[in-house]
């Protein structure tokens, strides 16, 4: 507020309101994209004391102040842990000229001057649940005394809001700490066979492990920040296929759904690979034709929530904006959708029902409906289970059995079981979550929980019992860390992974099958390519003249695809440094200017075909020398 | 060569006994037959380390050092008489606020034209070591974090920047005006200089209520433009200059010559120049150590940017953001490769420019330094963290004390676990990398 004036952050519009106290709209500014003027999922909004408003872009991870009229003034920060870099801007405050950001997920709140300069921050991430004295767990919104000299924290984690004074400065308040290297086991979590995915939305990440002997062990990552084809801004939830060697990822973020495919031998040593994952296809969601699938007309926006299996070979996705469940073929095509009889409510993560459908009718499936406190199946809308106070996911196991985390209660239940709670917190107990999130059943009717507020993984066995902790190990105590149990793994599925596609026989008729060629990893598209000069040398800057065509049809050129060129050192984690532009020459050919492989080593350079909504990649390796 | 024997031969570092036939080989220019051999090799033939095809050609993209790039954005870079002119500015402190700093006070030709200091010195202390100058022709961005792209547009920033030179664009070019021979100079490079009336005595941008920024304010835009155009020339006078800074060939050079020649009896007083440890040094560099992932091409960088994750010189937590605050300063600094100010407002230096990424994942990333008479620009990295070139090597053998790693951080350096006697071979080979000086004519102040 600032003298007759209200701003609310309108989340879910990407956009700010500015109202007058008798109800009127003074402004209305932003809109959902990546340019400096717009928005991702504002989270806060702050007027600074010359009535300019501070703007917290969640998902862009940076801050924007645009004057009283919605004119961007000043924008800052990136993604990342470092200094003046954020983690989920989330909370916002003004004094004077600085401004207060609540950076959620580096547990700090940094100060910034008018110019965007960090000035300073407070706050370090808590070592146990719990703790206080300015140690932060997952702060979200913060207030300042009108003299500046106070601040009050809110941190949802905890249930609890915390209140930072001034501080001597020659007296040393808090034991100078390491800093941490931050774990965030986002909650989202899926398994297939040993195989289990575990995303870190604020990094963003995707976790790849391999269950050995009852333990996970990290076998990949994946993950750049970014709304290019590939990049990601936040994982909601992932969805893992192990025979098809396929994970899906929800990016809410950008409103996509992203598929990769990942090597995965059981015959293998395990262990950390960086080039086991590939960014395989893209499917925008922001733009779905209502039409298609549902009585009315008109585009939607999907917000994807939870991602899960439906046990038919395809996908199901709840959407948080519509408020209901779309189910996309392996593809990632919507094939149809799912709508509760109970009209639109606020949807989580789900799972698919064992063996519930009618004969020749879908699988039924199960959604938890957050706000509803319940756990409904759908088509039928049948209430399975209520009473939670925040549930987030559900899960069905092959043995029939249905449990679901409750966050409000933290705890973990098995419906219509004689003792129901199998965990309860909040607590660091071996059967004690804080603000327990997603569910998978692991290999022998396990079942993983993700302990989100304590950033740690915990398995319990098909009888309930606890087996295993595995996570940031200042979350573990040590007197059930030892306990852990160390059991042998089910054998996995050895089926050989499907084979990928190869590039059709060309008949050399065309100009195009000269230059080299390429198949996207879902087999659809050829990309023939030259680059200039040639070979590519690195750190010289070259450009590419690309053709596509269906991979059907090699001798006609697909004018409607689009390519977009990246590259990256997957043993380095970085990418180029330079973004290429592309440009459609008159015969059809694309040209890509700018690239530059600023080092020797080896790369893989990124075709990315978007036609339409879908994007797919081939790719290529290079070893510089 | 007097100055530079007496510092190799102090190097700090023990087996290093094989730098003196080294240093005697260069003084006495292919008179090392005579000179003492290293101990346990009396009287043995050039011993010459087996390097395979694929490390010749390596070795063939790291020498000759060949001219220097051309910088297009300067029509006066390979001017003479701009390299005069630049000489004698680069030499003069009535350039500086109170006249009394010049740029070769952090960049001493005595020491290859850095300071020996960890951080330099001019007016007040700054936060940065002063990198040597030699072969700065080379460099494709500049400062350590990068923020200039174009050696006359560095030139610029420490002649204003209130810690180094603290002067300003209006004094320069009131002194450029006043100053006879200053102006001569200067009219014969670029041309009559603007009429000044009316112009205040100093003024430079700068944000807030300071006289210096209310003076630049206070001159129309006309004025602005005509100073701005004189302060470019200067930085163009002092890059000519600069990029005649170039060393003769290094004993390095002059191996990787005996090594490709077809005549053994000729090649046998150059393949001598790296006694067996540079040359096993020489062969780690290229391999297995990885240095040469960086410090590739003939000036030994390959003019990007990397995070090792040295903590700064205050020790604990790194809060500079480095490359990624600097892509940000580069794009929007007037006097960049596409700004009015550029000789050349498009080719390769500006397309460094058009494609430029800001990306989170160059938060802390520094410029990897040339290596180029690195032995004599002690102490290393940005801060001069490291005192001597035995530190640096260790902390990437170790890693030790390096800062940690976050998400978004490459990983290009990993722990190497070298053994003594290679850290050994390495720093001999770094050593040979010292190249006969510049030319006087270049290297000392002017008469």
Same mark, same amino acid.
């Given at each position: 507020?600032?003298?007759?004036?209200?701003?609310?952050?309108?989340?879910?519009?990407? *956009?700010?309101?500015?109202?007058?106290?008798?109800?009127?709209?003074?402004?209305?500014?932003?809109?959902?994209?990546?340019?400096?003027?717009?928005?991702?999922?504002?989270?806060?909004?702050?007027?600074?004391?010359?009535?300019?408003?501070?703007?917290?872009?969640?998902?862009?991870? *940076?801050?924007?102040?645009?004057?009283?009229?919605?004119?961007?003034?000043?924008?800052?920060?990136?993604?990342?842990?470092?200094?003046?870099?954020?983690?989920?801007?989330?909370?916002?405050?003004?004094?004077?000229?600085?401004?207060?950001?609540?950076?959620?997920?580096?547990?700090?709140?940094?100060?910034?001057?008018?110019?965007?300069?960090?000035?300073?921050?407070?706050?370090?991430?808590?070592?146990?649940?719990?703790?206080?004295?300015?140690?932060?767990?997952?702060?979200?919104?913060?207030?300042?005394?009108?003299?500046?000299? %106070? !601040?009050?924290?809110?941190?949802?984690?905890?249930?609890?809001?915390?209140?930072?004074?001034?501080?001597?400065?020659?007296?040393?308040?808090?034991?100078?700490?390491?800093?941490?290297?931050? %774990?965030?086991?986002?909650g989202a979590v899926d398994a297939d066979?040993?195989?289990v995915?575990?995303?870190?939305?604020?990094?963003?990440?995707?976790?790849?492990?391999?269950?050995?002997?009852?333990?996970?062990?990290?076998?990949?990552?994946?993950?750049?920040?970014?709304?290019?084809?590939?990049?990601?801004?936040?994982?909601?939830d992932v969805a893992v296929?192990?025979?098809?060697?396929?994970?899906?990822?929800?990016?809410?973020?950008?409103?996509?759904?992203?598929?990769?495919?990942?090597?995965?031998?059981?015959?293998?040593?395990?262990?950390?690979?960086?080039?086991?994952?590939?960014?395989?296809?893209?499917?925008?969601?922001?733009?779905?034709?209502?039409?298609?699938?549902?009585?009315?007309?008109?585009?939607?926006?999907?917000?994807?929530?939870g991602l899960w299996r439906d046990g038919?070979?395809?996908?199901c996705?709840s959407?948080?904006?519509?408020?209901?469940?779309?189910?996309?073929?392996?593809?990632?095509?919507?094939?149809?959708?799912? &709508?509760?009889?109970?009209? *639109?409510?606020?949807?989580g993560d789900g799972c698919a029902l064992a063996?519930r459908?009618?004969?020749?009718?879908?699988?039924a499936q199960c959604v938890v409906?957050?706000?509803?406190?319940?756990v409904?199946e759908?088509?039928?809308?049948?209430?399975v289970a209520?009473?939670f106070?925040?549930p987030a996911a559900v899960l069905a196991t092959q043995a029939g059995e249905l449990y679901v985390t409750d966050?409000?209660?933290?705890s973990l239940q098995r419906i219509g079981a004689?003792?129901p709670?199998v965990a309860?917190?909040?607590?660091?107990?071996?059967?004690?979550l804080?603000?327990p999130r997603g569910l998978c059943e692991l290999?022998?009717g396990r079942v993983l929980v993700m302990?989100?507020?304590?950033?740690?993984g915990m398995i319990f066995?098909r009888?309930n019992?606890?087996?295993?902790?595995?996570?940031?190990?200042?979350?573990?105590?040590?007197?059930?860390?030892?306990?852990?149990?160390?059991?042998?793994?089910?054998?996995?599925?050895?089926?050989?992974?499907?084979?990928?596609?190869?590039?059709?026989?060309?008949?050399? %008729?065309?100009?195009?099958?000269?230059?080299?060629?390429?198949?996207?990893?879902?087999?659809?598209?050829?990309?023939?390519?030259?680059?200039?000069?040639?070979?590519? &040398?690195?750190?010289?800057?070259?450009?590419?003249? !690309?053709?596509?065509? *269906?991979? %059907?049809?090699?001798?006609?050129?697909?004018?409607?695809?689009?390519?977009?060129?990246?590259?990256?050192?997957?043993?380095?984690?970085?990418?180029?440094?330079?973004?290429?532009?592309?440009?459609?020459?008159?015969?059809?050919?694309?040209?890509?200017?700018?690239?530059?492989?600023?080092?020797?080593?080896?790369?893989?350079?990124?075709?990315?075909?978007? &036609?339409?909504?879908?994007?797919?990649?081939?790719?290529?390796?290079?070893?510089?020398? | 060569?007097? /100055?530079? /024997?007496?510092?190799?031969?102090?190097?700090?570092?023990?087996?290093?006994?094989?730098?003196?036939?080294?240093?005697?080989?260069?003084?006495? /220019?292919?008179?090392?037959?005579?000179?003492?051999?290293?101990?346990?090799?009396?009287?043995?033939?050039?011993?010459?380390?087996?390097?395979?095809?694929?490390?010749?050609?390596?070795?063939?993209?790291?020498?000759?050092?060949?001219?220097?790039?051309?910088?297009?954005?300067?029509?006066?870079?390979?001017?003479?008489?701009?390299?005069?002119?630049?000489?004698?500015?680069?030499?003069?402190?009535?350039?500086?606020?109170? $006249?009394?700093?010049?740029?070769?006070?952090?960049?001493?030709?005595?020491?290859?034209?850095?300071?020996?200091?960890?951080?330099?010195?001019?007016?007040?202390?700054?936060?940065?070591?002063?990198?040597?100058?030699?072969?700065?022709?080379?460099?494709?961005?500049?400062?350590?974090?990068?923020?200039?792209?174009?050696?006359?547009?560095?030139?610029?920033?420490?002649?204003?920047?209130?810690?180094?030179?603290?002067?300003?664009?209006?004094?320069?070019?009131? +002194?450029?005006? /006043?100053?006879?021979?200053?102006?001569?100079?200067?009219?014969?490079?670029?041309?009559?200089?603007?009429?000044?009336?009316?112009?205040?005595?100093?003024?430079?941008?700068?944000? $807030?209520?300071?006289?210096?920024?209310?003076?630049?304010?206070?001159?129309?835009?006309?004025?602005?433009?005509?100073?701005?155009?004189?302060?470019?020339?200067?930085?163009?006078?002092?890059?000519?200059?600069?990029?005649?800074?170039?060393?003769?060939?290094?004993?390095?050079?002059?191996?990787?010559?005996?090594?490709?020649?077809?005549?053994?009896?000729?090649?046998?007083?150059? +393949?001598?120049?790296?006694?067996?440890?540079?040359?096993?040094?020489?062969?780690?560099?290229?391999?297995?150590?990885?240095?040469?992932?960086?410090?590739?091409?003939?000036?030994?960088?390959?003019?990007?940017?990397?995070?090792?994750?040295?903590?700064?010189?205050?020790? $604990?937590?790194?809060?500079?953001?480095?490359?990624?605050?600097?892509?940000?300063?580069?794009?929007?600094?007037?006097?960049?490769?596409?700004?009015?100010?550029?000789?050349?407002?498009?080719?390769?230096?500006?397309?460094?420019?058009?494609?430029?990424?800001?990306?989170?994942?160059?938060?802390?990333?520094?410029?990897?330094?040339? +290596?180029?008479?690195?032995?004599?620009?002690?102490?290393?990295?940005?801060?001069?963290?490291?005192?001597?070139?035995?530190?640096?090597?260790?902390?990437?053998?170790?890693?030790?004390?390096?800062?940690?790693?976050?998400?978004?951080?490459?990983?290009?350096?990993?722990?190497?676990?070298?053994?003594?006697?290679?850290?050994?071979?390495?720093?001999?080979?770094?050593?040979?990398?010292?190249?006969?000086?510049?030319?006087?004519?270049?290297?000392?102040?002017?008469?």
């Open positions: 507020m600032a003298g007759e004036l209200l701003a609310v952050a309108d989340s879910g519009n990407d *956009r700010v309101q500015v109202f007058r106290f008798d109800g009127s709209l003074a402004a209305v500014f932003g809109s959902r994209g990546p340019a400096a003027e717009q928005m991702n999922r504002p989270s806060d909004v702050a007027f600074a004391a010359d009535g300019s408003i501070y703007v917290a872009d969640l998902f862009h991870q *940076r801050v924007q102040r645009f004057s009283a009229a919605g004119e961007l003034l000043l924008g800052f920060g990136t993604p990342g842990p470092n200094p003046g870099q954020f983690g989920g801007p989330t909370g916002l405050a003004v004094h004077g000229t600085f401004v207060h950001v609540v950076d959620r997920d580096n547990s700090r709140v940094q100060i910034f001057d008018a110019a965007g300069e960090l000035v300073d921050w407070y706050g370090i991430h808590a070592l146990r649940p719990r703790e206080g004295l300015g140690k932060l767990h997952y702060p979200l919104r913060l207030a300042l005394s009108a003299d500046g000299r %106070s !601040a009050l924290i809110s941190e949802p984690v905890e249930d609890r809001v915390q209140v930072l004074g001034p501080v001597d400065p020659n007296e040393e308040v808090l034991p100078p700490l390491p800093a941490l290297p931050p %774990s965030h086991f986002g066979g040993p195989v995915v575990i995303t870190e939305p604020s990094i963003p990440k995707v976790l790849l492990f391999q269950m050995l002997d009852g333990e996970p062990i990290e076998i990949g990552s994946f993950g750049v920040y970014g709304s290019r084809s590939g990049q990601m801004l936040w994982p909601a296929d192990l025979a098809a060697r396929r994970i899906f990822v929800a990016d809410s973020g950008s409103r996509r759904l992203l598929s990769y495919s990942f090597r995965f031998d059981p015959q293998e040593e395990v262990g950390f690979d960086p080039e086991r994952v590939r960014f395989v296809a893209a499917a925008d969601l922001g733009e779905i034709e209502l039409g298609d699938f549902l009585s009315g007309s008109g585009t939607v926006s999907i917000e994807p929530a038919e070979g395809g996908l996705l959407d948080a904006r519509q408020g209901l469940v779309w189910r996309l073929d392996s593809r990632m095509e919507i094939s149809g959708c799912f &709508v509760p009889p109970q009209g *639109r409510v606020v949807l063996a459908g009618e004969a020749g009718a879908p699988r409906d957050g706000l509803g406190g319940r409904l759908l088509p039928s809308g049948r209430v209520s009473g106070a925040r966050g409000g209660s933290h004689a003792r709670e309860r917190g909040p607590g660091l107990g071996s059967r004690e804080t603000k290999q022998g302990d989100w507020g304590n950033h740690r066995d009888e019992k606890f087996v295993r902790a595995f996570g940031s190990q200042l979350f573990i105590r040590p007197t059930y860390a030892d306990k852990q149990e160390k059991t042998p793994e089910p054998a996995a599925p050895t089926a050989p992974p499907p084979a990928g596609p190869r590039v059709p026989v060309l008949d050399g %008729s065309r100009p195009w099958h000269a230059g080299r060629s390429a198949i996207t990893h879902d087999g659809n598209f050829l990309v023939f390519w030259k680059p200039t000069p040639d070979p590519i &040398v690195e750190r010289q800057t070259f450009a590419v003249e !690309a053709w596509v065509t *269906r991979a %059907s049809t090699p001798n006609e050129l697909a004018r409607e695809a689009s390519i977009e060129l990246d590259a990256a050192m997957p043993e380095h984690g970085h990418g180029m440094n330079v973004v290429p532009r592309s440009t459609v020459q008159e015969g059809g050919s694309i040209r890509i200017e700018g690239t530059r492989l600023h080092m020797p080593g080896r790369w893989e350079v990124y075709f990315d075909v978007r &036609v339409g909504p879908r994007t797919e990649r081939a790719q290529v390796t290079l070893e510089l020398d | 060569m007097g /100055r530079l /024997r007496a510092r190799l031969s102090a190097a700090p570092v023990a087996g290093l006994a094989c730098l003196g036939p080294l240093v005697l080989g260069l003084a006495a /220019r292919g008179g090392l037959r005579e000179s003492p051999a290293p101990a346990g090799r009396e009287g043995a033939a050039v011993e010459v380390v087996e390097f395979d095809e694929r490390e010749r050609a390596i070795l063939a993209r790291l020498s000759p050092l060949g001219a220097p790039p051309a910088d297009p954005t300067n029509a006066v870079a390979d001017d003479l008489a701009a390299a005069r002119l630049g000489r004698r500015l680069f030499f003069e402190k009535r350039l500086s606020g109170k $006249g009394e700093i010049h740029c070769a006070h952090c960049h001493d030709p005595e020491r290859a034209f850095s300071d020996g200091k960890q951080l330099s010195e001019g007016v007040g202390k700054t936060a940065r070591n002063a990198p040597g100058l030699i072969g700065v022709a080379w460099q494709r961005w500049l400062f350590w974090d990068g923020r200039a792209d174009t050696l006359w547009a560095q030139a610029l920033h420490p002649i204003e920047h209130p810690l180094e030179m603290d002067g300003d664009r209006v004094a320069v070019a009131r +002194l450029l005006e /006043r100053d006879p021979e200053l102006r001569d100079l200067y009219e014969g490079v670029f041309g009559s200089l603007p009429e000044m009336d009316g112009w205040p005595e100093h003024a430079r941008p700068e944000e $807030g209520e300071g006289a210096l920024g209310r003076a630049w304010r206070a001159m129309t835009p006309g004025e602005q433009e005509l100073a701005n155009r004189v302060f470019s020339n200067v930085g163009k006078a002092v890059a000519a200059y600069e990029r005649r800074l170039i060393g003769g060939p290094s004993p390095f050079d002059r191996f990787v010559r005996g090594l490709s020649s077809p005549d053994p009896k000729a090649s046998a007083g150059d +393949l001598a120049l790296l006694d067996p440890s540079a040359q096993r040094g020489l062969k780690l560099f290229i391999g297995k150590a990885g240095c040469r992932q960086c410090h590739t091409g003939p000036s030994f960088s390959d003019g990007e940017f990397h995070d090792v994750q040295v903590r700064p010189l205050s020790g $604990g937590e790194r809060t500079e953001s480095m490359r990624l605050g600097a892509v940000r300063k580069v794009l929007g600094d007037p006097f960049n490769a596409a700004g009015p100010y550029s000789d050349a407002r498009e080719g390769a230096a500006v397309e460094h420019l058009t494609f430029l990424a800001a990306q989170s994942e160059s938060w802390g990333a520094v410029r990897t330094p040339g +290596l180029r008479n690195v032995a004599l620009t002690a102490p290393y990295m940005e801060q001069g963290q490291f005192a001597d070139l035995a530190a640096v090597l260790r902390f990437y053998s170790t890693r030790e004390g390096a800062a940690p790693a976050g998400h978004h951080q490459e990983k290009v350096v990993k722990p190497l676990n070298l053994t003594p006697e290679e850290l050994g071979d390495l720093q001999s080979f770094l050593l040979s990398l010292t190249e006969e000086p510049p030319p006087e004519e270049w290297r000392l102040p002017p008469p």
